[in-house]
């Protein structure tokens, strides 16, 4: 997951002259060439106001060359798999990530804490009862964390609730006992994917009130593609059964209704496996600082997926990426000022529960994090971070950026939004950097079954890497801290200037956050 508002304040950082950071002659263009020129540069010490610059001539070779990170990533895609938190191929997945640190030379330990709940989808059947139709059967799948129907299914009339705004849902009267079926608009861009958050909880909320059996969503993607979409954002199960149609079914499905309105009936079965709580657990690889080791700049990623397909743009890819910044980083021989932790955080998909609760152990420890850098939207290109609502982090990050600059990696923007694993960091007044890929093939393979190891841009991929590694570095090896650490007051202007505050209530967080359970506490 990885959802972006609809409204990005794009603002451009412009960098300063005055930057200390040693520049590489801009005549270099090239990245190997800029490697090639710099490889006998002095290695980074403390004092060295050029430090960057040589950290990211040393990167380079080693993340750009030869490197064991696509055959992690076809291991993790292909062997794997798809690896949805509390199954067995989550534990997989963690052994793959504590093995991954291991061979990089990096002190690699897990840290365990609570899912809620396990979930498994049966096996989803929807079937037209009425009227008889030689095509009966449609494509759905349940919606992930969905109630189970019971043993039978469920037999109902289907309403067609059209957007589900509340002039559709006046004019569809009665909808005790029915089946909803909503539309959508094919998604294509992040705020697409950011609507498609947004809008189903106030939906959901009204058919549960009005005694609506349960819900069919319209696929916002065509040929029939299928994905596993969750509205339930807590691992806690949802409130009404829900199941995701192929797109082209549910639009046959809408016709047959405007075609016999009040006559179209539908069978939905879900024998969905519900289970837990469980023992889950975060990987954590760890390079300790040598001058400020008990300060920490964390560079995460999710480890898990949806099991569609193998989760390689989401988030298989970047997971991959924070192991190899992890090799590439103590491969350089070079060792950081404060301590970087590399995070495979799990339970993202079910609503970041994995970064929550490292964050609530980690509690004691939140004033000395400087930075959290979090990768989670495929493999596009990098043209910068969002910063989580905030511009004081901006100059800093531009100086450490910097040697990259023919790369054009300093467009960042200051918005802020949940949808990854720096949300509860944020809420916490950390500073937080979250990759703003381009969409490329994201959002058309999203959670879908076509997420395959064959979806990643290899080429972008190791150079996002050499970014992501630079940028922990950097944070690291400042003499001052990127960012303060932002005080309530500060943070509850920082969510309405944002809009976090709206998304915090559709998305049911505002009473958390307001009775300090969830966010730095008032
Ligand atoms: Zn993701």
Redesign the pocket.
């Known amino acids: 997951?990885?959802l972006r508002p609809a409204a990005l304040s794009l603002f451009i950082v412009s960098i300063g002259a005055s930057c200390s950071l040693a520049q590489l002659a801009p005549s270099q263009t090239d990245a190997l060439s800029k490697l090639q020129a710099s490889q006998n540069a002095a290695a980074c010490s403390p004092t060295d106001a050029s430090s960057c610059a040589q950290a990211a001539a040393k990167l380079m070779p080693l993340i750009l060359g030869d490197s064991p990170m696509i055959e992690n990533l076809r291991r993790l895609t292909d062997e794997i798999g798809g690896r949805v938190t509390g199954t067995p191929e989550m534990a997989k997945a963690v052994e793959w990530g504590v093995t991954g640190f291991r061979a990089a030379g990096v002190d690699v330990h897990t840290e365990k804490y609570t899912l809620p709940v396990t979930w498994k989808e049966g096996a989803t059947r929807l079937t037209i009862t009425s009227p008889p139709a030689s095509n009966s059967q449609l494509r759905a799948v349940s919606e992930g964390w969905g109630p189970s129907t019971p043993r039978d299914g469920i037999e109902a009339l289907v309403i067609d609730i059209g957007t589900g705004s509340d002039p559709d849902f006046a004019r569809a009267g009665n909808l005790k006992g029915a089946i909803l079926l909503v539309h959508s608009e094919i998604g294509s861009t992040w705020a697409d994917l950011f609507n498609e958050y947004m809008r189903p909880p106030g939906i959901i909320a009204r058919a549960a009130q009005e005694g609506a059996a349960a819900i069919l969503w319209t696929g916002a993607r065509e040929r029939l593609l299928l994905y596993r979409h969750t509205n339930s954002l807590a691992g806690q199960i949802d409130k009404i059964p829900q199941a995701l149609l192929a797109r082209e079914d549910a639009l046959k499905l809408a016709r047959m209704v405007a075609a016999d309105p009040g006559k179209v009936r539908v069978r939905l079965s879900m024998p969905n496996e519900i289970g837990g709580p469980i023992a889950q657990e975060n990987v954590v690889g760890e390079i300790h600082g040598y001058e400020k080791p008990d300060e920490v700049v964390v560079l995460g990623a999710?480890l898990d997926s949806w099991e569609l397909g193998s989760g390689a743009l989401?988030?298989g890819c970047n997971a991959a990426l924070v192991i190899e910044a992890a090799r590439a980083v103590k491969a350089t021989g070079l060792l950081p000022k404060r301590t970087i932790r590399f995070i495979l955080f799990t339970g993202?998909?079910q609503g970041t529960i994995g970064s929550f609760a490292y964050v609530k152990s980690h509690t004691a420890e939140l004033d000395k994090i400087r930075g959290v850098v979090i990768f989670?939207s495929g493999s596009g290109r990098f043209p910068g971070y969002s910063l989580g609502g905030r511009r004081d982090t901006e100059a800093g990050l531009a100086q450490i950026l910097k040697p990259l600059g023919t790369w054009n990696v300093n467009q960042h923007t200051a918005d802020a939004s949940f949808g990854?694993d720096n949300f509860d960091f944020l809420l916490e007044g950390v500073p937080t950097f979250v990759a703003n890929n381009e969409i490329a093939n994201y959002l058309a393979n999203y959670h879908a079954a076509s997420d395959t190891f064959d979806k990643v841009d290899q080429r972008e991929l190791k150079i996002n890497t050499v970014i992501a590694a630079l940028t922990a570095w950097g944070i690291a090896e400042r003499a001052e801290p990127i960012g303060k650490r932002l005080t309530r007051a500060e943070l509850d202007t920082l969510v309405k200037e944002t809009g976090l505050d709206q998304q915090m209530r559709l998305l049911g967080y505002w009473e958390q956050w307001q009775s300090g359970t969830r966010g730095r506490k008032p």
């Open positions: 997951m990885h999710h989401d988030n993202e998909e989670d990854t």
